[in-house]
């Protein structure tokens, strides 16, 4: 769990360091000696997503996860992240609610419903694919090479095999999603076109110095 959850994060807290002075958060508070009433308001941004970070990474268990989400959900809902974009391409709220449904799946996931778990992460790549081209990516771990473990879990490896294919075409050569697509064509009994695939993914992932056992991290 610890280790999905860390990926979320990164990037959203970068975004608070980043635009501190232009969100109102204990940055912004610090080079002002009147914080306004909005800056009071939307002071604890920045705490609660270190707290969420740190509580996550140190506990395992689903109700603390289940509360951490529910404060993300709060989060995502300040005013101030509208405002908020990436080098004026994407916004900081879109980032915070593709987290939110990563994050819910990922729960799901781990108490064993799939069927909600793969609703919340099919919401998550909708979202990741509405977001404005950059380089590199905004969203840089795809909701897709979760979904696709989740399938693969969930013993539905053709829609897994669609969901790898699909990542494929918008991130060719991709070492997750091969090594997810040589699983799920393993498990349809395709196994010379699975091999095939090993092959590529051994070769992209062949400098890597972390074996792969899912196509998430």
Not at 6 to 27: D, E, M, N, Q
Not at 65 to 71: H, K, S, W
Not at 97 to 112: M, V
Not at 167 to 178: A, R, V
Request: net charge neutral.
């Amino acid at each position: 769990m610890k280790r999905k959850i860390i990926y979320i994060l990164t990037a959203l807290i970068s975004i608070v360091l980043f635009y501190g002075t232009f969100i109102k958060t204990p940055i912004a508070i610090a080079n002002n000696s009147s914080p306004s009433p909005e800056t009071q308001q939307t002071a604890p941004l920045l705490r609660n997503l270190g707290a969420y970070h740190h509580q996550i990474t140190t506990k395992s268990e689903l109700q603390q996860a289940t509360q951490e989400l529910e404060e993300l959900r709060k989060i995502a809902e300040y005013p101030s992240l509208e405002k908020v974009t990436i080098w004026n391409i994407n916004s900081a709220a879109n980032l915070m609610q593709i987290a939110s449904q990563a994050l819910a799946g990922e729960i799901a996931a781990k108490q064993g419903d799939y069927i909600k778990a793969i609703d919340h992460l099919n919401r998550g790549v909708a979202l990741e694919d509405k977001l404005n081209y950059d380089e590199p990516a905004t969203w840089y771990s795809p909701v897709r090479h979760l979904l696709g473990a989740v399938l693969l879990a969930a013993n539905c490896p053709a829609d897994a095999e669609k969901v790898y294919r699909k990542d494929l075409k918008h991130y060719p050569e991709n070492s997750w999603s091969l090594f997810g697509l040589a699983q799920s064509l393993n498990m349809q009994g395709k196994t010379k076109e699975a091999e095939e695939i090993q092959q590529q993914f051994e070769t992209t992932w062949k400098h890597a110095d972390v074996k792969l056992v899912a196509s998430q991290f």
